[in-house]
């Protein structure tokens, strides 16, 4: 059976300053000073990139003092990463195969 693919996870990840901001962090825990002076990107309108992010659950946050980091979560990439390579192999494979339907 093949895994799934989260079809709402794609427009969130397929947004220039959202993906900027994941390989960001994929790099280390960065706060929104951090990733306003590494994007150029106003204040509000990362914070509302990032408000997204949270949501669909591909960063989390962990307070510090008077700022918040934000951490990326590896596991929501590999899943999402998994499903493809799954249908990249069934693809090969069905290629491989020959397999297909005939037409009515």
């Keep these: 059976m093949l895994m799934s693919v989260d079809a709402d996870l794609l427009p969130v990840l397929a947004e220039p300053l959202r993906l900027q901001i994941v390989t960001l962090l994929a790099r280390e825990t960065l706060c929104t000073t951090h990733l306003v002076q590494e994007t ?14 949270r949501e669909a659950g591909v960063v989390e946050t962990e307070p510090c003092g008077r700022f918040t980091y934000y951490r990326l979560r590896p596991d929501v990439l590999e899943n ?7 249908l990249a192999a069934t693809a090969r494979e069905t290629a491989e195969n020959g397999v297909k339907r005939s037409c009515p």
């Design 40 to 53: 150029g990107a106003r204040q509000t309108n990362l914070s509302n990139h990032l408000k997204v992010l």
């Design 80 to 86: 999402l990463a998994g499903a493809f390579a799954e």
